[in-house]
């Protein structure tokens, strides 16, 4: 079964628009841009006003927390700087029995 050519369909963008059409529809369309970012803007600054008084009651937890995750950072590196220390006294460390000490006068 032969098929016959294939229709090719080409779409065109309607050119009628009258350049300040365009104009104008681009600014509208950087107005509303402008908008929706100064709303949420907005709404950020209200939510972190709104908070404040959460925060202010909170901040004796807030404080303890900031002291606990401090106190485990210096631990975390006095434990690491410890590690570090016996590596390095295990690796300068001579064993029994590694070398034999040799007299000059034996040889």
């Known amino acids: 079964m ?63 927390v900031w002291r606990m995750r401090k106190a485990a950072q210096d631990a975390q590196q006095y434990a690491q700087q410890q590690r570090q220390q016996q590596q390095q006294d295990a690796n300068s460390r001579v064993f029994d029995g590694e070398y034999e000490e040799v007299n000059k006068d034996d040889k």
């Not at 032969?2 to 681009?26: D, E, T």
């Not at 369309?29 to 909170?58: D, E, K, N, Y």
């Open 2 to 64: 032969q098929r016959g050519p294939r229709k090719q369909f080409y779409i065109h963008q309607q050119g009628n628009g009258s350049l300040l059409a365009r104009i104008l529809s681009i600014l509208i369309l950087l107005v509303f841009v402008g908008l929706a970012i100064t709303f949420g803007f907005v709404f950020l600054i209200i939510g972190a006003i709104v908070m404040i008084p959460v925060l202010w009651r909170q901040r004796q937890t807030i404080k303890q």
